[in-house]
């Protein structure tokens, strides 16, 4: 089965009048249940592939699909509901509400979709973030481990079709531990998830299964390793 799919896709953005492509005439065809890097130097569109299969931002050019749904289609409204469904977007930002707890924080994302989370999976889920004993909290008594950890879970409460990871391997981050990379590892091939990490870093290939390495918006590898 599919999960996702792109057709045509182009990015365009505008600096000083001088166009850049960010992303070129991009083909793609992603399985659910793999475990996907996508490989590159700065600037090459990793990050703006990521964001335009999250929803955040639309294409300049093309189609994208998401369970055969082409979300370029869809309304900004319609948009939001997909992504508290469908995908979880674990990058750094500083996006916690600081009047919540971390408990009210992390299960925002299930309230504004209506979704009734699963307890089993919720206490697992902050076992292996390690944010059972401050769900009390508010984000300012926080470390900034804590706070990535709360941002974690907040874009994994609903159980997320498609997880994405933005550069877990970069040192300006904190970086993904272990044992959260094998817990995200094991909920693609246990439960069929799938995963795509934007990665500059071509060490962390040996835990996926299929490469897609971009250069300045091109795709310039393709390639499913099993």
């Known amino acids: 089965m599919e999960m996702c799919k ?11 009048d001088t166009e850049i492509k960010a992303i070129n005439n ?23 592939l990521l964001r335009i299969l999250s929803g955040i931002e639309r294409p ?21 509901i997909m992504r508290r469904k469908e995908i979880g977007y674990l990058v750094q930002n500083d996006s916690l509400i600081h009047e919540l707890t971390v408990h009210e924080n992390i299960i925002m994302p299930a309230i504004l979709a209506h979704i009734k989370y699963d307890e089993v999976y919720y206490q697992n889920l902050l076992g292996h973030l390690n944010l059972k004993e401050i769900l009390s909290y508010k984000p300012r008594q926080l470390t900034d481990h804590q706070r990535q950890s709360v941002l974690y879970a907040r ?4 159980n997320p079709s498609l997880i994405l990871v933005d ?30 990490m934007v990665t500059e870093d071509d060490k962390i290939s040996i835990f996926i299964d299929h490469i ?12 499913r390793i099993s």
């Open 155 to 158: 874009a994994l409460i609903n």
């Open 26 to 48: 991009c083909d793609l065809e992603i399985k659910a249940g793999e475990c996907i890097a996508v490989c590159g130097s700065k600037d090459s569109g990793k990050t703006t």
């Open 212 to 223: 897609i390495r971009l250069d300045h918006g091109d795709i310039i590898e393709n390639k």
């Open 167 to 196: 550069e877990p391997d970069n040192k300006a981050w904190l970086p993904i531990d272990k044992s959260f990379l094998d817990y995200l590892l094991n909920m693609v091939y246990m439960y069929g998830k799938t995963l795509i």
């Open 6 to 16: 792109t057709i045509g896709l182009s990015k365009i953005y505008y600096k000083n």
């Open 60 to 80: 300049t050019e093309g189609s994208v699909f998401i369970k055969n749904q082409n979300i370029a289609e869809y309304s900004d409204d319609e948009l939001a």
